[in-house]
């Protein structure tokens, strides 16, 4: 399923330097973008269970010294649009709140409530231990369109 494949996604090249930290008011994403590129993650990783940080809840970005790198799902399908990594304390939170729900509420309608809701469920079920593919799915399963 693909949600307005026709909106343009920004293709990540590879890049040995640590990339800057997403912007949303320089890049913005809209929801549909996010689904579309959390499901590519999906496919590309089906089997993955995201691991936590030791000591840490599940994050957007993993910090070790001076490397960054995407995180879970939701940080990888940021990084795979934009090429650059999100910044946990400014984005911290379910992808349907806070800093998430402005930046992904650029067109507020049944639509875009529809898929902030997939996108908190596909979260919360990679929190909770699913695969890559099993969060998708269930997600699918779970929320409906009203």
């Known amino acids: 399923m693909c949600y307005l494949c026709d909106e343009a ?3 990540v090249s590879s890049a040995d330097e640590i990339p800057d930290y997403w912007d949303p008011a320089v890049t913005p994403i ?17 089997d993955k269970i995201y691991e936590r940080p030791v000591g840490s809840g599940c994050r957007y970005t993993h910090e070790v010294e001076e490397t960054r790198a995407p ?4 940080g990888q399908a ?19 709140t806070g800093i998430w729900a402005d930046t992904l509420s650029l067109n507020e309608d049944r639509m875009n409530g529809y898929l902030k ?3 908190r469920e596909v979260q919360a079920n990679q ?11 269930s997600a699918d399963n779970n929320i409906r369109f009203r």
Do not use: K, Y
């Open 30 to 46: 809209t929801a549909a973008e996010l689904a579309n590129a959390v499901r590519r993650v999906a496919q590309q990783e089906p």
């Open 78 to 96: 940021v990084f795979s649009l934009t090429g650059q990594v999100v910044h946990q304390d400014s984005m911290n939170g379910s992808v349907s």
């Open 9 to 11: 996604i920004h293709e």
């Open 117 to 119: 809701s997939w996108l």
């Open 127 to 137: 929190d909770a231990g699913f695969t890559w593919s099993e969060a998708v799915r």
């Open 71 to 74: 995180g879970c799902i939701i």
